[in-house]
């Protein structure tokens, strides 16, 4: 899992970005959107530090990443190549790794109960120097079984505003919006079309919180169509993985 990649691997990582940044672009015109409203977070998971680094050099520093076991040393060998990376964690995340996740991380996707929210403000209180980002994982199809918020449910600690109140009441964070995946089973274009609207009533609420992660390497245009400003594109980027997450 070491080592820098080979001038092969660097050639076929410059072409699935520059198949990832038409997409982007063609997507953004499609829907009138600027492609700057539209930052690409490359996620590494199960792909090498060496890829990371690649990338960094291809001008992507938005990088992606959801295990903290992974995570990492993966940050940390990157680092070490002198690489000033943003990294995003986007996987579901324990309780017990946010002491560990606030010291490489800069942005945090995947907050999605109360009691998530005050493990991260207690250790980014004291863990790190700048706020950290923290975006709401909301649930789309409102399945409580599974990740992510529940948009208009009042339960303390799986709520979306419940939880959306502690990011945004914690001094070491930084409410900064929303983010969801779409669920199985559900066509991309119903899934984003209500993730919209949670997200503009949400907005409401919080002015300030106007990022949205949506949209992974299938369903990317969609997800820009109805206005996401974060994709997080793993296979079409990086290859298929041999695992499944
Ligand atoms: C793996 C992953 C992605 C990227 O998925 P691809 O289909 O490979 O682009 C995006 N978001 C989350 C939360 C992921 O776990």
Redesign the pocket.
Known sequence: MTGPSGPDRRAELAAGLAAVRTRITGACAAAGRDPAGVTMIA?T?TYPAGDAVALAGLGVVDL?E?RDQEAAPKAAEVAAAGVTARWHF??QLQRNKARSVVRYADVV??VDSARLARALATAAESGRDRPLETLVQVSIDGDPARGGALPGSTDPDRGLDPVAEVLAGAEALRLAGLMA?APLGWEPERAFARLAEVAAAFRARHPAATALSAG???DLEVAIGYGATHV??????LGM?STL?
């Open positions: 996620v998971k992606g959801n986007i996987g996707h995947s995946v992974m390497s299938g997080r594109v793993g296979s079409a980027l993985r997450r």
